[in-house]
């Protein structure tokens, strides 16, 4: 069982920047995979960031250039967000993939860029 908890979530202008971080219960370097997911009212979900445990990224289309995955060297994911346009407005979150195949959530964290 892993268990992951997000946070940095929050209401910020067109143009501004935020940083969510995720906090995972076990050592990340025994996960295969994490990621950031996001989901908007009515939407599904979707891939945002992921970073491998060799520190492999790929990013969604529509934030390659604004957003950055990274990783510290114990428990901890983060994902800068730079230049944060309205449609970035969702719920972000957090995602463990392990090398057994299972996949775990966090609970998310409500990102609002509004004006």
């Known amino acids: 069982q892993v268990h992951l908890v997000e946070s940095g979530g929050g209401l910020v202008q067109p143009g501004g920047s935020l940083r969510l971080s995720c906090a995972a219960s076990i050592t990340i370097f025994s996960l295969k995979t994490m990621g950031w997911y996001r989901q908007a009212p009515g939407k599904q979900r979707e891939s945002v960031a992921t970073i491998t445990s060799g520190g492999t990224t790929t990013y969604a289309d529509s934030v390659k250039g604004r957003f950055t995955i990274s990783k510290d060297n114990a428990k901890s994911v983060y994902l800068q967000m730079n230049s944060l346009k309205p449609e970035d407005t969702a719920v972000y979150y957090c995602?463990?993939?392990?090398?057994?195949?299972?996949?775990?959530w966090g609970q998310g964290t409500q990102v609002t860029v509004s004006s």
């Open positions: 995602y463990a993939g392990t090398y057994s195949g299972l996949g775990y």
